[in-house]
């Protein structure tokens, strides 16, 4: 029986579907293309309504080929209703330990339909992982946020951590088998531990504990765990095995705004995390999101949120326009933007984030950085790592997986390129 994976979303729904992949491996399935495939498996995404359209849509068209296709993903916990009625099967992101399950029942004419949110430790589940250089390791799942716009935590539930050994073992092995950078992952790594009574800055401790040359990135946390434990968390990241590199969320620059998401912190909360890892890594590259459009968000809020991005001059921002969310707060409040405002705002914001990364890019050029190269990219060329985590392009006769000294020759709003320095 041959089967093959497609895959939407976050690096969380990756490694869910590398963890897929073992278990029907190891259950005597054969990966192949989509061509031969007997069974795709489409692991989907639902975060804003246009990727649910896509998904919907992607669906239809493998089964319009004739193809038996099983759902996984966020979007059975978001839209189970509207998922067509003709797949073979459904499961959740919890029930992804079932996906052998689900083939065999097909086969037998039985569709499993399988959503619940139950427990299950995603670290005690084989991977077959793609990367030789950066793996990504799953530090908890779920969130303790309640955003009035969020549609995923329906689907990845409430918080739960994975224990610090069990990180560590999987952090070890990874070592062990020559992967050179780790990947903590999480729908918000800023509150990892707060179930279990531990925090990042504890587990980061651990981690750069291990002898080894290798690196730590951090995922996205939200300001609002993040300021519990600052002193704590910045300590942690005084070790040089961790990438200066912080996603920091603001979404909005209106504390009105916020209060409407539930974001449960102030920009002058972001701005003193902010200020906090600046004063100790003037490098930092810093990354945030904004949500423009956002049900309420008039004229004098918006440019509240343009002025911050102009005082904090993050090195990017990833800026999405306010999407409907089924089972949401903010898809029943009222004042909803027209979206033709949110698009501009959008622009304007996309604008300005090339204008600033541009510049705090031209500033690298002639400089010397040690980057970890992790393959051939989109872009051409060996794809690395500063050590404040920039992408930066190097010649394709670059080693892959090695830290080497590299000289800045090139900026773009995106990223470097740089030629390698002799030993």
């Not at 590199?245 to 995390?273: C, K, W």
Request: proline share 3%; net charge positive.
């Amino acid at each position: 029986m041959r089967v093959y994976i497609e895959t939407y979303g976050c690096a969380r729904n990756r490694a869910d579907a590398e963890i897929m992949e073992a278990l029907l491996v190891n259950a005597g399935f054969k990966l192949s293309n989509l061509d031969s495939a007997d069974y795709v498996i489409i692991n989907t995404c639902a975060v804003k309504d246009p990727t649910e359209t896509h998904m919907h849509r992607r669906i239809k068209e493998l089964l319009d080929d004739g193809k038996k296709v099983i759902v996984a993903g966020c979007l059975p916990h978001i839209s189970l209703e509207k998922i067509d009625n003709r797949v073979s099967a459904i499961i959740g992101v919890k029930s992804i330990n079932r996906i052998v399950d689900a083939i065999r029942l097909a086969e037998k004419g039985i569709k499993l339909v399988d959503v619940e949110q139950k427990s299950l430790d995603k670290l005690e589940l084989p991977r077959i992982l793609k990367s030789r250089v950066a793996i990504t390791i799953p530090i908890s799942e779920g969130c303790l946020n309640a955003c009035t716009y969020c549609a995923t935590r329906f689907a990845r539930g409430v918080l739960k951590s994975y224990s610090p050994e069990k990180i560590v073992k999987w952090v070890k092995e990874a070592l062990a088998k020559g992967y050179r950078e780790i990947q903590l992952s999480s729908e918000d790594t800023g509150c990892y531990g707060f179930d279990i009574r531990t925090n990042l800055a504890k587990l980061l401790d651990e981690i750069t504990s291990i002898e080894g040359e290798f690196r730590v990135r951090v995922g996205m946390a939200n300001p609002n765990h993040v300021i519990k434990f600052l002193d704590e968390l910045i300590d942690a990241y005084k070790d040089e095995k961790i990438y200066k590199f912080l996603h920091l969320p603001v979404q909005s620059g209106d504390n009105d705004i916020l209060r409407r998401m539930a974001r449960t912190y102030t920009v002058e909360d972001f701005e003193e995390i902010v200020g906090a890892f600046r004063k100790e890594f003037p490098e930092l590259n810093l990354n945030t999101d904004i949500i423009v459009g956002f049900p309420g968000e008039d004229e004098e809020a918006f440019q509240r949120t343009v002025e911050l991005i102009k005082r904090v001059r993050p090195d990017k921002i990833n800026v999405s326009r306010f999407s409907l969310r089924p089972k949401t707060l903010a898809a029943r409040m009222p004042n909803q933007i027209h979206g033709r405002i949110a698009k501009q705002r959008s622009r304007i914001l996309h604008r300005l984030r090339l204008s600033i990364s541009y510049e705090i890019n031209q500033k690298y050029i002639g400089r010397e950085v040690l980057v970890l190269t992790h393959g051939h990219g989109e872009k051409g060329g060996i794809e690395g790592r500063t050590m404040n985590y920039k992408d930066i392009i190097l010649p394709e006769d670059a080693p892959i997986g090695e830290f080497l000294k590299v000289k800045v020759t090139k900026a773009t709003a995106t990223y470097l390129m740089g030629e390698i320095l002799g030993s």
